[in-house]
């Protein structure tokens, strides 16, 4: 006697990799990923093959994405040592003379049969490993074990800005010091800590004309940098040059109004006024062709996809899955805040991709597997509540 088995159907096959999903934050993730593809629509298609290869990404994020979301929190813990070791391992060989591949004056880069950026894996182990670290003090913290926290984020964080890569370097440090902060860090010790950085930037700014004279030398900071800090200050100084960026940026949001321009009718976008348009500076094309309400439209989902994110980390089962989902959560607002910021003249022009938007093969599987854990915590918490 022969069986005959039934083939199972595709939604058979595919029902196990979606179910237990947070339908919330799928919500948030496909309303910016559709505002994402419309705008590399408008500002790439006539950017070589751009908008093909953003969707091209934003696919395998979103599988990356499903596989990472059926890791539970458990397993994912295991990672943290391993991966964090091998991030800061490819750092300090990225840093040796001959290793490390030199593009723009920077060493960022490691051939390993493929190309590689060290520093994106760390946006993700540096959270795994704060994370565990915290997890494994859990009833017995003291101040050394927040000291060893500060050593373990440093590390990989110096490297990073000898590279240098200021933009990467923020990144990490942020989701370092979210991990820290939720663990239960003191105020006392974090508002003398903003003080004196509100009492820094405050100097910074009554004294820029005389610091930001070409014989001035600052501490600690390269010639680049320091430029960077003054064209913020006042980017009408070199407006070809170095403020050309932050200029041309503001000109196109302050020109798209309440309502925009129009789709794909974006004059500083399409007449190539506006530099890295479907990168860094792709917020600034985006304003233009859809105005304030346009804006207010992707804050929003960004505001959404945080606040569900933070209400996962709420309801986490353990200490590791809260430190770990809400310091992703915030580092999505890290992102959004430090690009947007840069693009409307706020804050320094660092190299920092907008989520969902910009154009970005490794940033975007980056993004797609911190979602991945953020929605693998979610699945853990309906489990211990089933």
Same mark, same amino acid.
């Given at each position: 006697?022969?069986?005959?088995?039934?083939?199972?159907?595709?939604?058979?096959?595919?029902?196990?990799?979606?179910?237990?999903?947070? *339908? $919330?934050?799928? !919500? @948030?993730?496909?309303? =910016?990923? +559709? #505002?994402?593809?419309?705008?590399?629509?408008?500002?790439?298609?006539?950017?070589?093959?751009?908008?093909?290869?953003?969707?091209?990404?934003?696919?395998?994020?979103?599988?990356?994405?499903?596989?990472?979301?059926?890791?539970?929190?458990?397993?994912?813990?295991?990672?943290?040592?391993?991966?964090?070791?091998?991030?800061?391992?490819?750092?300090?060989?990225?840093?040796?003379?001959?290793?490390?591949?030199?593009?723009?004056?920077?060493?960022?880069?490691?051939?390993?049969?493929?190309?590689?950026?060290?520093?994106?894996?760390?946006?993700?182990?540096?959270?795994?490993?704060?994370?565990?670290?915290?997890?494994?003090?859990?009833?017995?913290?003291?101040?050394?074990?927040?000291?060893?926290?500060?050593?373990?984020?440093?590390?990989?964080?110096?490297?990073?800005?000898?590279?240098?890569?200021?933009? *990467? $370097?923020?990144? !990490? @440090?942020?989701?370092? =010091?979210? +991990? #820290?902060?939720?663990?239960?860090?003191?105020?006392?010790?974090?508002?003398?800590?903003?003080?004196?950085?509100?009492?820094?930037?405050?100097?910074?700014?009554?004294?820029?004309?005389?610091?930001?004279?070409?014989?001035?030398?600052?501490?600690?900071?390269?010639?680049?940098?320091?430029?960077?800090?003054?064209?913020?200050?006042?980017?009408?100084?070199?407006?070809?040059?170095?403020?050309?960026?932050?200029?041309?940026?503001?000109?196109?949001?302050?020109?798209?109004?309440?309502?925009?321009?129009?789709?794909?009718?974006?004059?500083?976008?399409?007449?190539?006024?506006?530099?890295?348009?479907?990168?860094?500076?792709?917020?600034?094309?985006?304003?233009?062709?859809?105005?304030?309400?346009?804006?207010?439209?992707?804050?929003?989902?960004?505001?959404?996809?945080?606040?569900?994110?933070?209400?996962?980390? $709420?309801?986490?089962?353990?200490?590791?899955?809260?430190?770990?989902?809400?310091?992703?959560?915030?580092?999505?607002?890290?992102?959004?805040?430090?690009?947007?910021?840069?693009?409307?003249?706020?804050?320094?022009?660092?190299?920092?991709?907008?989520?969902?938007?910009?154009?970005?093969?490794?940033?975007?599987?980056?993004?797609?597997?911190?979602?991945?854990?953020?929605?693998?915590?979610?699945?853990?918490?309906?489990?211990?509540?089933?």
């Amino acid at each position: 006697m022969s069986a005959v088995f039934a083939r199972p159907s595709l939604w058979q096959r595919v029902r196990p990799l979606v179910s237990g999903i947070d *339908t $919330a934050l799928v !919500v @948030a993730v496909l309303l =910016l990923a +559709v #505002i994402g593809l419309t705008t590399m629509y408008s500002v790439g298609f006539d950017h070589g093959t751009r908008f093909v290869d953003h969707g091209r990404n934003m696919l395998l994020a979103f599988a990356v994405m499903l596989v990472i979301a059926q890791v539970p929190p458990q397993q994912l813990m295991r990672l943290a040592i391993p991966l964090y070791m091998l991030g800061v391992l490819l750092l300090v060989l990225t840093a040796i003379p001959g290793i490390g591949i030199v593009k723009k004056g920077a060493v960022r880069w490691l051939n390993v049969g493929v190309v590689i950026q060290p520093s994106e894996i760390l946006k993700i182990a540096m959270p795994l490993m704060l994370a565990w670290w915290f997890q494994r003090r859990e009833g017995q913290l003291r101040v050394l074990d927040f000291v060893i926290a500060m050593v373990i984020l440093l590390v990989p964080v110096g490297l990073i800005v000898k590279q240098p890569d200021l933009g *990467t $370097a923020i990144l !990490v @440090a942020a989701a370092g =010091l979210y +991990v #820290i902060f939720f663990a239960g860090l003191s105020w006392r010790l974090i508002v003398p800590v903003l003080a004196v950085g509100a009492i820094a930037i405050s100097a910074v700014i009554v004294s820029g004309d005389r610091i930001c004279q070409p014989d001035v030398e600052w501490p600690l900071l390269r010639p680049y940098q320091k430029s960077r800090v003054c064209t913020l200050l006042d980017p009408t100084t070199d407006p070809l040059g170095k403020g050309f960026h932050t200029i041309q940026g503001m000109i196109a949001i302050g020109s798209g109004g309440v309502d925009g321009k129009g789709f794909m009718r974006g004059t500083q976008t399409h007449l190539e006024f506006i530099p890295e348009r479907t990168t860094d500076f792709i917020f600034a094309a985006y304003s233009e062709e859809f105005g304030l309400i346009g804006c207010v439209a992707l804050l929003l989902g960004f505001t959404f996809l945080i606040f569900r994110g933070l209400m996962i980390a $709420a309801e986490a089962p353990t200490v590791f899955a809260r430190l770990l989902a809400g310091a992703i959560t915030l580092s999505f607002f890290t992102y959004a805040f430090v690009n947007m910021g840069m693009v409307t003249g706020i804050l320094p022009v660092v190299g920092v991709p907008l989520p969902f938007i910009s154009y970005g093969g490794t940033a975007m599987v980056t993004l797609g597997l911190a979602l991945g854990m953020l929605m693998a915590i979610a699945k853990s918490r309906r489990s211990n509540q089933s």
